[in-house]
């Protein structure tokens, strides 16, 4: 049904990763591309951005794409699947991401938040959810 999916996770979760990726398995059949990604927030703005020299960021990018690969490994055995680790907003790089490789589904699960941060921060699920162009499925975890 789906043959391209893309999913974002969140890595400072572990236990929603394992979680979110277990569900995953359930949706793959023979011929899907599995689409995996992780953001590393924050850093695109400039005052954070002139505290940390380039290589820091790098590494730190390099080091969440290791950490992704190791779960992503363990949790769906012997599902092929590429993983992509980006630095900036998490809506905007799901949505570019999604895109970029024409995703026809994204499955993400829903964080948990208190009703004032979803008002005050909104919640980078129901962004994706209000701006994806494709289906996106979102797991209660």
Known sequence: MFKKILVPVDLQDSKGTI???NAVAKYIDEGVE?????????FQ????????PKEAIEQALAAMKSELENIAEQ??????????VREGKAHKEIIKR?????ADLIIMS??????VEKVMLGSV????TERAKCSVLVLKN
């Not at 829903?110 to 009703?115: D, M, P, S, T």
């Open 98 to 102: 999604a895109s970029e490789i024409g």
């Open 110 to 115: 829903a964080q948990k938040h208190g009703a």
């Open 19 to 21: 979680s979110t990726l």
């Open 125 to 128: 699920t129901a962004k994706v």
């Open 34 to 42: 599995l689409h995996l990604m992780s953001i590393l927030p924050g």
């Open 75 to 84: 949790e769906l055995g012997d599902v092929a699947f590429d993983v992509e």
């Open 45 to 52: 703005m400039p005052m954070v951005a002139s505290y940390f």
